[in-house]
């Protein structure tokens, strides 16, 4: 039996609260000093197979989700938009029955020349529209 992708059947995977430490920012200081930053990343396709067959290749793995993004924010960018683009790229590469992707990606305490908690970007990104 198959399944058309409509936003009734669309289900989520997340990973939230991920924290790195990492040499990322505009500024040479902030990728020679390092920062904590903060990746949340949902994403969506139809995972009904995976629901009723109980079989981890229908779906996403955690691990192989996090493993991504951790190799991804190895890698020193200047912008956070950067790093949320790479992470996309290689998650719907990873995993081809991913439909839809949102990142967001956050720094603790920017150098804005105030008291700010954290810098947030978010991303969202449908595989139509890529490929």
């Known amino acids: 039996?198959?399944?058309?992708?409509?936003?009734?059947?669309?289900?989520?995977v997340a990973l939230e609260g991920l924290e790195f430490f990492a040499y990322h920012g505009y500024y040479?200081?902030?990728?020679?000093?390092?920062?904590?930053?903060a990746v949340d990343?949902?994403?969506?396709?139809?995972?009904?197979?995976?629901?009723?067959?109980?079989v981890l290749s229908e779906t996403v793995n955690?691990?192989?989700l996090y493993t991504i993004i951790r190799?991804?924010?190895?890698?020193?960018?200047?912008?956070?938009?950067?790093?949320?683009?790479?992470v996309i790229k290689a998650v719907f590469e990873k995993f081809e029955h991913i439909n839809k992707i949102e990142v967001s990606i956050s720094k603790f305490n920017p150098p804005i020349g105030g008291v700010c908690n954290r810098a947030r970007i978010t991303m969202k990104r449908n595989r139509a529209d890529l490929f």
């Open 71 to 86: 190799d991804e924010m190895k890698i020193s960018s200047k912008l956070l938009e950067n790093i949320g683009e790479r």
């Open 41 to 54: 990343i949902k994403v969506m396709a139809d995972f009904h197979k995976a629901a009723v067959h109980d």
């Open 1 to 12: 039996m198959t399944y058309l992708l409509t936003d009734t059947n669309m289900d989520i």
């Open 62 to 64: 955690y691990e192989s």
């Open 28 to 37: 040479q200081e902030e990728q020679k000093v390092g920062n904590k930053y």
